[in-house]
Each structure stands twice: as structure tokens, then as C-alpha cells.
């Protein structure tokens, strides 16, 4: 991976981390992006110290703000010549309603709004790359969602899940949407599911019975952050998926997604709404 130029955001914790330690130690130069600068700052250091991989470095962005992606995006084309790799990692679960300051649900903002937001507006960069790879981290709750144009914008009965689910279909639909809007292009894009994975995903700024929930669940059939990455690390530097464009992988493997997925209907009515949605 020597060369290539990734960009993985919320790579400061949990899968997103583990991903971008185990690339660094492969011999790319990595892009953390991250929200809280002593976070990622000490994500780095760690990176370093642990692969002698000097070429890790950060940019720092809240990834529900689409203000914030834009001048992270600005940022990342006057540093970088090329980005080999994008990787949409950064996610959350959210227990209560609440609006992102672009008047959207927080769970979809975070989870879909920034992945589309950020890969549009990298893109070109991406296009110079001869590598150009595109990862979308979606998650087997997919399988689950359903889209409620109405519930990204206001309050129809929040419920923590129901959001999640919706936001990683979501993350689903985008990629099968980008992968036919790429055709003809270098640039293939894939999403995955990590797993059941030990993270602090269900721990943060949830309530106390959710955080048990997690908690317990997590611990007993959750596996290893290091094996919950290993499909995100597959995706980005493996030769037998060169030219694989708009599938869903599960444990480095192709897997038939929900078959709402497939929707192109769908695809285009969620790609249509997320632009105009979009604040200029
Ligand atoms: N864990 C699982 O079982 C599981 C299963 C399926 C899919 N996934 C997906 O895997 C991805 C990573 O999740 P994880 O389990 O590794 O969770 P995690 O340990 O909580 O890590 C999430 C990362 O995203 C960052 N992030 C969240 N909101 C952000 C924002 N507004 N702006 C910037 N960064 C933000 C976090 O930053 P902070 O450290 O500042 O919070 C952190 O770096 C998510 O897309 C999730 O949906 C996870």
C-alpha cells in the first residue's frame, strides 16, 4: 500500500481505527479525520508507535455538520494530490430526536448526509488515482431498515434503532447508486458490514439501559475490534477485488444485501432527496 494516500473517517476509535492501523502498517500514508483533536491526535501517536509508520496524519471534521465537511473536503484537496481510498466509517447511534444545524435528523445526517456530502466533494480527487476505491461502512442492520423520507427532517416517533437501521440501508442504496453512476469511470465503491463488533458505538450519549444493552450484547456475541475491521481492510488493499464495483460484503465475502437494496427506484429517489437536502 506503500504510496497510496487513504482517508478514513472516525478513524480515531474503534473499527475506523483498527483500519487505519493495520493500512499504516501496511505502508500507506493515512488520513485520520476525526472530531475531537486530542483524540485523534493521541490516535495518531499511537499509530506511529506501534507500525514506525511516520505517514499518519489528521484533519479534523464533524461529520454531522456539512458545513464542517466542506471545509474538511477544501482541506484534504490543498494537502493531497490524489486520495487512493476513501473510507466512510464515521457513525453513531442516536436515542433521542435531535437536528443537525442542516435542520436534519441527527442519526441520517451523521450516518448517510456525511457520506454523500464527502464523497461528492472528493471525488475528482478520487478520479486520480489509478487505485480509487471507495468504501461505504453500512451494517448487517440494514437488513431491517426502511426509508422515511419525512423521518429526516422532523420527529415521527424517534426510536434509536429504527434510525440506525434506516441511516445503514441508506448507506446501502448510496453505494448501489454510485457504483452505476461510476460506470465507465476508475472508481469502483463498495459497502460492507463489519460485524457484531466491541466497540463503544452503543455507549456513547445513550441512555443507561441502552448502554447495558450494548454492553451485554456486545460482550457476549460481538467479536474482536481487530477481526471487525478486517472487511474494511480486505476492501481497501486486496488485488482480488480490483474492479469489484457496488456490492455488499460481509466477512471479505459478497453478500446479497436486503432485496430493498436493490430498489433502483429507491436509489435514485434517496440520491435525488439527499442532494436537495444538501445546504450550498
Ligand atoms: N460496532 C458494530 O458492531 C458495528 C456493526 C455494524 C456497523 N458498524 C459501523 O461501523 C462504523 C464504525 O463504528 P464503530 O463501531 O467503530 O463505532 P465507534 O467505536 O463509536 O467509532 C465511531 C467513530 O466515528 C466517529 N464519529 C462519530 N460521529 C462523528 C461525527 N459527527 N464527526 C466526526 N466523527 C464522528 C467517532 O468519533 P468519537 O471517538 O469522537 O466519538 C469514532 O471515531 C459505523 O459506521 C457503524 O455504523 C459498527
Given at each position: ?6 482517508v478514513i473517517t ?23 479525520v ?25 484533519f479534523?471534521a464533524?461529520m454531522?455538520?456539512q458545513?464542517s465537511i466542506r471545509?474538511l473536503a477544501?482541506?484534504i ?6 486520495v487512493?481510498?476513501l473510507i466512510n466509517n464515521a ?22 448526509f456525511a457520506y454523500f456530502l464527502l464523497t461528492n466533494l472528493l471525488l475528482?480527487l478520487i ?7 471507495i468504501?461505504n ?144
Amino acid at each position: 500500500m506503500k504510496d497510496k494516500n487513504i482517508v478514513i473517517t472516525g478513524g480515531n476509535a474503534g473499527i475506523g481505527f483498527e483500519t487505519a492501523k493495520e493500512l499504516a502498517r501496511m505502508g500507506a500514508n493515512v488520513y485520520i479525520v476525526g472530531r475531537d483533536k486530542t483524540k485523534v491526535e493521541s490516535a495518531v501517536q499511537q499509530i506511529i508507535s506501534e507500525t514506525g509508520n511516520k505517514s499518519v496524519k489528521y484533519f479534523i471534521a464533524n461529520m454531522s455538520s456539512q458545513k464542517s465537511i466542506r471545509q474538511l473536503a477544501e482541506q484534504i484537496k490543498k494537502e493531497l494530490p490524489k486520495v487512493d481510498v476513501l473510507i466512510n466509517n464515521a457513525g453513531g447511534v442516536f436515542p433521542k430526536f435531535q437536528l443537525s444545524e442542516d435542520g436534519l435528523e441527527m442519526c441520517i445526517a451523521t450516518n448517510h448526509f456525511a457520506y454523500f456530502l464527502l464523497t461528492n466533494l472528493l471525488l475528482d480527487l478520487i478520479k486520480k488515482s489509478d487505485y480509487a476505491r471507495i468504501i461505504n461502512v453500512a451494517s448487517g442492520s440494514h437488513y431491517r431498515g426502511k426509508i422515511d423520507f419525512e423521518s429526516f427532517t422532523r420527529d415521527k416517533g424517534h426510536f434509536i434503532l429504527t434510525a440506525y437501521e434506516q441511516s445503514k440501508l441508506a448507506n446501502v442504496l448510496f453505494t448501489f447508486e454510485l457504483a452505476e453512476r461510476l460506470k465507465g469511470t476508475n472508481v469502483t465503491v463498495n459497502c460492507l458490514h463489519p460485524g457484531m463488533v466491541k466497540t463503544d458505538i452503543g455507549i456513547k450519549d445513550t441512555q443507561w439501559y441502552s448502554k447495558l444493552f450494548w454492553t451485554l450484547i456486545s460482550q457476549i456475541a460481538g467479536i474482536s475490534v481487530k477481526d471487525g475491521a478486517k472487511t474494511s481492510i480486505y476492501l481497501a488493499s486486496s488485488d482480488k477485488v480490483k474492479g469489484v464495483r457496488g456490492k455488499y460484503f460481509d466477512k471479505c465475502a459478497i453478500k446479497e444485501p436486503v432485496p430493498l437494496a436493490n430498489d433502483k427506484n429507491l436509489q435514485k429517489q434517496l440520491w435525488d432527496f439527499t442532494e436537495k437536502h444538501i445546504v450550498n
